[in-house]
């Protein structure tokens, strides 16, 4: 059995920043299943072998992401619309 690839969160922090007004939920996941392959997980500086959904709610706790309405937007875009 293939062990899952172990991803830096940073990474889908990353493409969630090149897209400055969000990027919906859904074209993330196949951003990410594209570019890293369907058995990924993740790691932060604190946990590893997160799935992208728990990534990205860890990132939303930690205020480095927003998610509103399935649009995801990267806090620091966030700061700077307002």
């Not at 969000?22 to 790691?43: T, W, Y």
């Not at 990534?55 to 990267?74: N, P």
Request: with cysteine; glycine share 10%; hydrophobic share 40%.
């Amino acid at each position: 059995m293939k062990r899952p690839t172990l991803v830096n969160g940073h990474e889908v922090l990353d493409l969630v920043s090149n897209h400055p007004l969000g990027i919906r939920l859904g074209l993330l996941h196949e951003l990410v299943a594209e570019r890293f392959g369907p058995s990924v997980s993740f790691h932060t500086g604190c946990q590893a072998g997160l799935d992208l959904d728990e990534l990205i709610l860890y990132f939303e706790s930690h205020d480095r992401v927003g998610i509103s309405r399935g649009l995801v937007t990267a806090s620091h875009l966030l700061e700077k619309a307002s």
